[in-house]
């Protein structure tokens, strides 16, 4: 840390709300929190029924028998109403919902009232092909405005759907479809990135070999390279979509029917499906979205850079812009291609008001240079985000300073693909900010701070960060497994939800998260779980045992460092070491590729068998060894320790 900012942090200095800021914020004082703090389920009921449409009022906001939620009870409504279609209806069928932008430079700008007409295509598409309402539709595409279309028009008819990011391996979206028995998969024949073509179509058609659930596949022409369609199966999205009537009225649905599942790493290797209903999901995004980015739909240009296929997109790129009847930037590419400016000129040719990015490409944008963002007029901007990882205060204060010139709030959100909102987060126009501190509990949120009793341990202390109150937008569970449900987020302490991340609280009650403390890495703000790695690299040939852990990285939060037992006759070289990344790649994704691998004879385990990971994670970030004596053989960590240090098994740089 450098000196200045750690003088800044020891000084405890605050940033209060700039006044220009805070004289027109949406929220200026506590009065929001202690509405909220005297009765949470009257502060969201009211939430639900100012900003959403509702076709029948609720009978009961909550119903709660823990774990399970459910929210809104009786009432019924309709997300593509409430996103797009109400927003005609109320004369601003000429403002514009998205303005697109393709990595070649190719744009697109969409108001509501087309955006109107191209769901409701969609959405006749999805019905044409016999989808029904509680069907699940897989959907693997790069960011082209027809992905949001796509979802949307899942919701217009009430099929869920499962996004599947566009990185993801054949081997990632087959076990997703198959996990969701999806009847039908969207994809496009390729997406832009970098400059070349991801080969979309290829890799689903892969999948697709062994996907015995999916009968139709809509395929939207995108990079024109030349794809096989499979007749009966594949339709190319011109042709059927285009040919459908743009009528289709939004039906009523139930406010707990299923809207999405999303998949997201967890301990074992197996993802979990997380399921989302609709009338508490989308209270909760719209609320969130108009008080953390205190939006002016009229005026505001708002970014969030994240991909649809994580849950920022789904929630801060759809439903909560959307449902606000906001203005969003959508960019499909890499932030360095033609050039590391990239995204400072889209931020000054669209004049971008609010951005909202992750402080992994913040970090990436710091180690490029200042030069890039000073050639762009950044003027426009006025709210700064961060989410996916804790924000280390010299990505803060550089954020701050570089990109908002020292004039914009930065809001550092807190939550998980689990919560579906925002939960923990400064109210930009109201808290005083401390850089890396995320600040307090929303309101109408519960979060609290507890030791390994479960006991809240108070100002200042640290912990493990959980929820003690239900909240709209929660999980509904895990998709087909109930029980993983019970025992990921409920078994760990009575009565709260375990978010399964470490955090403690100052002086000041302000809130610091300090990563996960189970075995899911964070690596680019993407939850890897150390279980999927391993079994990835133990599916090589050459490979015995694995043991992965997180190691901090200066760029990506947490890189993936991986300790590897080869089976005998297989020798340790270079090109082993290239053959076992880019096989990780290839079951996973580039983003799990590990960053170092340390071939061993042996790995740390507990007299159970039980690999002691945080041993390795001592070894890998140079820290003391602690206590020893629950190892079968004490001696092995030393002896892996030795190899390391004389390894520099830094890993090459990508
Ligand atoms: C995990 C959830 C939320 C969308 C993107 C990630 C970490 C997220 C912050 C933040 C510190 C953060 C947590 C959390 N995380 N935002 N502002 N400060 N940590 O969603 O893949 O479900 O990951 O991301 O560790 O548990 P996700």
Not at 639 to 646: T, V
Request: glycine residues 10%.
């Amino acid at each position: 840390m450098s000196d200045a900012i750690e003088g800044l942090l020891e000084e405890g200095r605050t940033f209060p709300p700039p006044p220009e800021f805070a004289a027109t914020a949406r929220v200026r004082d506590s009065s929001l929190q202690a509405a909220a703090d005297a009765d949470p389920e009257a502060f969201w009921a009211g939430q639900a029924a100012e900003l959403l449409d509702w076709d029948r009022p609720w009978d009961r906001v909550l119903d709660w028998q823990p774990p399970d939620a459910q929210w809104f009870l009786g009432g019924t409504l309709n997300v593509a109403h409430n996103c797009v279609d109400r927003h005609v209806a109320a004369g601003l069928g000429d403002r514009v919902a998205f303005l697109w932008e393709g990595e070649p430079g190719d744009e697109r700008a969409i108001t509501y009232a087309e955006l109107q007409d191209e769901v409701s295509r969609a959405a006749n598409a999805l019905l044409a092909l016999g989808i029904e309402r509680g069907d699940r539709v897989a959907i693997y595409m790069g960011m082209v405005p027809e992905l949001p279309i796509a979802m949307l028009a899942c919701a217009r008819i009430g099929a869920a759907h499962s996004v599947v990011f566009g990185g993801f391996t054949a081997d990632s979206l087959r076990g997703r479809i198959n996990d969701a028995e999806a009847k039908a998969l969207i994809t496009c024949d390729g997406a832009w990135r970098r400059g070349a073509v991801v080969p979309l179509k290829d890799i689903a058609d892969e999948a697709l070999q062994d996907a015995p659930s999916v009968h139709h596949c809509i395929v939207l022409r995108r990079t024109d390279h030349g794809v096989s369609m499979t007749p009966g199966r594949d339709h190319w999205w011109h042709d059927l979509v285009e040919a459908q009537s743009e009528h289709c009225p939004p039906e009523p649905m139930d406010a707990e029917q299923l809207l999405f599942i999303l998949y997201t790493s967890g301990t074992t290797a197996k993802p979990k499906g997380i399921m989302h209903t609709t009338g508490g999901y989308l209270t909760q995004v719209a609320s969130t979205f108009r008080n953390v980015f205190d939006i002016r739909p009229e005026s505001d240009v708002y970014w969030c850079t994240a991909d649809c296929g994580w849950v920022t997109g789904h929630s801060y790129i759809v439903y909560g812009p959307l449902a606000n009847g906001a203005t969003s930037v959508i960019y499909e590419g890499t932030p360095d291609h033609p050039d590391k400016d990239r995204f400072w000129a889209i931020v000054e040719k669209y004049g971008v008001t609010i951005l909202y990015t992750a402080p992994t490409a913040i970090r990436t944008f710091m180690k490029w240079g200042d030069e890039y963002p000073q050639r762009r007029d950044l003027s426009s901007l006025r709210l700064l985000g961060s989410v996916g990882e804790p924000i280390n205060p010299e990505a803060w204060i550089w954020y701050h300073d570089v990109i908002g010139h020292g004039r914009t709030p930065i809001v550092d959100t807190w939550w998980q693909t689990e919560t579906g909102a925002i939960m923990i987060s400064p109210l930009p126009g109201a808290t005083p900010l401390k850089p890396g501190s995320a600040t307090f509990p929303l309101p109408g949120v519960g979060a609290d701070v507890v030791g390994d009793d479960g006991e809240p341990v108070g100002v200042p202390g640290g912990g493990y960060l959980v929820l003690n109150r239900p909240w709209p937008s929660m999980l509904r569970g895990v998709w087909g497994d109930p029980q993983r449900f019970r025992d990921t987020y409920w078994s760990r302490f009575e009565g709260l939800y375990f978010a399964g991340d470490g955090a403690k609280r100052d002086a000041d009650g302000y809130l610091w998260l300090l990563g996960r403390v189970d075995d899911v890495m964070l690596v680019s703000g993407h939850n890897i779980s150390t279980a999927e790695v391993e079994s990835a690299l133990v599916d090589h040939h050459a490979v015995a045992e694995a043991a992965v852990v997180g190691t901090t990285d200066a760029t990506t939060g947490q890189a993936v460092s991986a300790f590897v037992i080869l089976r005998s006759g297989n020798v340790a070289s270079d090109d082993l070491v290239r053959e076992l990344r880019d096989h990780v790649a290839k079951l996973i994704g580039p983003i799990a590729k590990p960053k170092s691998i340390l071939f061993t004879d042996d790995l740390p385990k507990t007299r159970s068998g039980k690999i002691m990971r945080r041993l390795l994670r001592n070894v890998a970030e140079d820290e003391s060894l602690g206590d020893t004596t629950t190892l079968a053989d004490p001696s092995v960590v030393a002896g892996i320790r030795d190899r390391y240090l004389a390894s520099n098994a830094g890993g090459d740089d990508e």
